[in-house]
């Protein structure tokens, strides 16, 4: 027998394999890091890629607009807020003049409590703290010269000076996450959301570590060009949420510096695909919904082997529940996943038809087992998936119907870049 354990919001899932299957653990070993995050952006903000040190660069009289991730993105928010603005406090710029919004993109904004943790309570007294609302207070700033038209928060338009903060990772869509990110989808439009979102801007397959020639992050950069970002700081993590480095400076030169960071961390070497996938997002905050959670299935998918008996298994505490109206709806509409397919080739991109079509593109290497505890096992079956309500539940019936040749397990299955031999 396998025992193998999965995270699971802030706990995690267990299950044992019976004997005689073969079973890969996908999750590499990270050596610990010795030096605290603070101190990495600290070095970052003193040692800036491609631009003057953020001091340097702004004036008494700019309005500064700093750019943090929402509460759905695990990094050092905090402690990157609260470092931006000594520097601003530093460079003569009062609290007065800065203000933080909250890239939501398309997700729901956070509650106050929530912007204490992402921000800092302190900060959130100090300083005015708005969350994106991207069907709301938007303008027009152009087209990019790919054609995306580029509406913004109005919060964006009007700042001086603009610095948006991150965290590189992995990303399924744009290849890593990060720099030009923090604009689209970060604080865009849903006029920008629905034309970048949609195919065939969007890459799709997953596209883990694919940037280079991506039209994803190609549209996304020009946008955030268009915006005049005029710096960033962004923390660099391991499989393990571990902040391996800092980076901050140009939106280009910067970002392509963690990204080769995160790519020499993140990559794992892999031999086999399985006929049996389990993965989980790697727990809380990134499994709060199966909205989020899609993140895993988009590596889970790689990992899968071509074939009829294929299963693969989503681990996700989903405390939130199952996420937007319309991502629900068009799996429950639909009679085959293909057919959620074609919708999305017609229709295009609103809040949660993206994820419905990410699902859907992942019932098409095999069938989806969710496990949560959190979730309605009704609304599950009519989105055309099936439930369990643990792990070990859903390995005895899978094993039960049919002995799988090769179980994969990916416990942080968002945080890997899986490269095949061969």
Known sequence: MTNIEVPYGLTSQKAVIPD????????????????TVEEL???????????ARLEEMISKEDKALIIVNDQTRPGPNR?????????????????SQIQIIVATGSHRGPTGQEI???????????????????????????????GLPVYVDRMVAEA???ITTGLIAPHKAAGFSGGRKSIVPGVAGIETLRIHHSLPIRPFEPA???????PFHQAAYEAARLVQVKFILNAVQDPHKQNVAVVAGDLDEAHKKGVAICRAHNTVECEKQGDLVIASPGGSPRDCNLYQGQKALATAELFAKKGDHTVLILVASAEDGIGPQLFQDWLRESTTPEA???????????????????????MTKGKLVIVSGNVDPEQIRAMKMEWAPSL?????????????????????AVSIIPHFKG
């Open 41 to 51: 952006i600290e070095e970052a903000l003193d040692h800036p890629v491609g631009t």
């Open 340 to 362: 959620v397919i074609e919708r999305f080739r017609s229709e295009g991109f609103d809040v949660g038809t993206n994820k419905a079509f990410e699902y859907a593109r992942a």
């Open 79 to 95: 402690e990157m807020a609260e470092a931006v603005i000594r520097r601003l406090n530093r460079a003569g710029v009062p609290d």
């Open 392 to 412: 070990q539940a859903a390995v005895d019936r899978v094993c039960s119907e049919r002995k799988p040749e090769q179980v994969i397990v990916l416990p942080k």
């Open 116 to 146: 204490d943790a992402l921000v800092g309570k302190q900060v959130h007294e100090r300083v005015r703290v708005v969350s994106h609302d991207c069907k709301n207070n938007n303008v027009y700033l152009g087209t990019t010269k790919g």
């Open 20 to 35: 005689g299957i073969p079973v890969q653990v996908v999750d590499p070993e990270c050596p610990p890091v010795t030096k």
């Open 208 to 214: 883990l570590g694919w940037m280079e020639e991506n």
């Open 160 to 162: 001086s000076f603009i």
